[in-house]
């Protein structure tokens, strides 16, 4: 069965230092994608980054970069000079086929606090 | 990038009725999706909606209680039947891009009293 895991309901940061939100995943397809989302108060969901069960280096857009541990099925979201404007919730995903074709499935999601 | 609207964009209803949740897409897409969030959680997958086929739903979630349609292929429907308060969430539509994107529109606001 497809699942992804976020153990941590609420992380704190300082603004402008680094924080990592963890993630592992659990599939036994060999070809699977793994994204994470941000969900501002607004509601709205927006795409951060994205990692290709098959792609050889970190994926990485702006301050995000994703620390992709494919033996250990891990895909944790690292930002780096956390803003203010980070604090919100963040989710990890995961994109696997079937025979109709594919779905996405969330993780419980993170709420990261940046402290000023 | 595809940008996607969703009618209602909240909606307060009574408990037995049922409200029909429209989704728009501006450009032509296979698969569209339909996600609940309940408050305070994530997102749920209810079911994938291809042109020119029936739904296909995930465990938990049956075509009685939330019917779809999808006419064409910029354009999807759900209804929530026989609703009860908890039903209240927030349902997303999604629909996936040419390659790896997936999008999502606005989301519908549901309160069932």
């Known amino acids: 069965a497809q699942k992804i895991t976020q153990t941590q309901p609420g992380m704190f940061v300082q603004e402008k230092e680094a924080v990592t939100l963890d993630c592992t995943y659990d599939?036994?397809?060999?070809?699977?994608?793994l994204f994470w989302y941000k969900q501002p108060s607004s509601g709205e969901m927006i795409f951060l980054i994205y990692?290709?069960?098959?792609?050889?280096q970190n994926a990485t857009e702006g301050r995000y970069s994703l620390n992709f541990q494919k033996a250990r099925k891990s895909a944790n979201l690292v930002i780096s000079a956390s803003q203010l404007g980070d604090s919100a919730m963040y989710f990890c995903a995961m994109r696997t086929s079937y025979s109709g074709g594919f779905k996405t499935i969330f993780g419980a999601g993170t709420r990261l606090f940046v402290k000023a | 990038s595809a940008v996607i609207s969703q009618k209602p964009s909240r909606d307060i209803c009574q408990r037995g009725t049922s409200l029909t949740i429209q989704c728009q897409v501006d450009?032509?897409?296979?698969?569209m999706f339909w996600y609940r969030q309940q408050p305070g959680q994530s997102l749920t997958l209810i079911a994938t909606?291809?042109?020119?086929?029936?739904?296909?739903?995930e465990s938990g979630f049956v075509i009685d209680k939330f019917p779809i349609s999808r006419p064409n292929l910029t354009f999807s429907t759900l209804t929530v039947s026989n609703m009860s308060p908890e039903d209240s969430s927030i349902y997303l539509c999604?629909?996936?891009?040419?390659?790896?994107?997936?999008?999502f529109g606005p989301g519908t606001r549901l309160t069932v009293t």
């Open positions: 450009s032509q897409v296979t698969m």
């Open positions: 599939t036994s397809d060999p070809s699977y994608g």
């Open positions: 990692q290709g069960s098959y792609d050889q």
């Open positions: 909606a291809n042109q020119g086929s029936e739904a296909t739903y």
């Open positions: 999604s629909v996936s891009g040419s390659g790896y994107e997936q999008y």
